[in-house]
T-cell receptor
Framework: EAQVTQNPRYLITVTGKKLTVTCSQN?????MSWYRQDPGLGLRQIYY???????DKGDVPEGYKVSRKEKRNFPLILESPSPNQTSLYFC????????????????FGPGTRLTVL | AQKVTQAQTEISVVEKEDVTLDCVYE???????LFWYKQPPSGELVFLIR??????QNEISGRYSWNFQKSTSSFNFTITASQVVDSAVYFC????????????FGTGTSLTVIP
């Protein structure tokens, strides 16, 4: 089944304890992205990657890191989480560079609810 | 400045009423894409429609219809004869594929359909 998976789905942690949220897609998509969703703010893009070893900052990259060593995986790393990073996180992928292949429907993962105490 | 504005934070309608969700966007690009997504109470994001900037034809899919007007930079979404299952948060989004490949979402409109 074609899908985007995220792990863990729920996580409660404490301030300063490094964590990684994994994201994997099995559709051979080139473009992958991370968003956070907060009440009243909608979804905001954290980082995105147009291909292996290519990553770019979105609107809210502070406090996050990403890597794209393989096409299928795009982990989100919080080196020193803080309470203001408590949020619902979504990973997404797109089949091909947006605009160039004319098809940029995003496939979203199920979300990871992170609480930082 | 917000690139995608959904001014309606919450809307409540009685079942079978029609409801229109507004979306206003801002871009300087001539090529861009607009989207609507639905987020039901279960939390997943469901793709509803994609429209590119060169296609101003309105679209109808069952009870759903979309009105794209470049002159007013709007991409409004109408649900006809609403049902309880339509209760969800709806997001409008914009992508500018030739300017950074970023995606911009609105803040969402929470729709409650009352039986």
């Amino acid at each position: 089944e074609a899908q985007v998976t995220q792990n863990p789905r729920y996580l409660i942690t404490v301030t300063g304890k490094k964590l990684t949220v994994t994201c994997s897609q099995n559709m051979n998509h080139e473009y992958m992205s991370w968003y956070r969703q907060d009440p009243g703010l909608g979804l905001r893009q954290i980082y995105y990657s147009m291909n292996v070893e290519v990553t770019d900052k979105g609107d809210v990259p502070e406090g996050y890191k990403v890597s794209r060593k393989e096409k299928r995986n795009f982990p989100l790393i919080l080196e020193s989480p803080s309470p203001n990073q408590t949020s619902l996180y979504f990973c997404a992928s797109i089949p091909g560079l947006a605009g160039f292949k004319g098809d940029n429907e995003q496939f979203f993962g199920p979300g990871t609810r992170l609480t930082v105490l | 400045a917000q690139k995608v504005t959904q001014a309606q934070t919450e809307i409540s309608v009685v079942e079978k009423e029609d409801v229109t969700l507004d979306c206003v966007y801002e871009t300087r690009d001539t090529t861009y894409y607009l989207f609507w997504y639905k987020q039901p109470p279960s939390g997943e994001l469901v793709f509803l429609i994609r429209r590119n900037s060169f296609d101003e034809q309105n679209e109808i899919s069952g009870r759903y219809s979309w009105n794209f007007q470049k002159s007013t930079s709007s991409f409004n979404f109408t649900i006809t004869a609403s049902q309880v299952v339509d209760s969800a948060v709806y997001f409008c989004a914009l992508s500018e594929p030739y300017t950074g490949n970023q995606f911009y979402f609105g803040t969402g409109t929470s729709l409650t359909v009352i039986p």
